[in-house]
């Protein structure tokens, strides 16, 4: 499982710093989802 979970994990996390990239706005918002 572990193999799968990281893997995705990092999809997420470089899905939601391009996300957030793109909006500006939200990447505070982003970064501190990331930090809670």
Known sequence: MACIIVPVSIVQLVGTL???GDNGVRTRDSLT???V
């Open 33 to 35: 989802f990331l930090h």
């Open 18 to 20: 391009r996300y957030a």
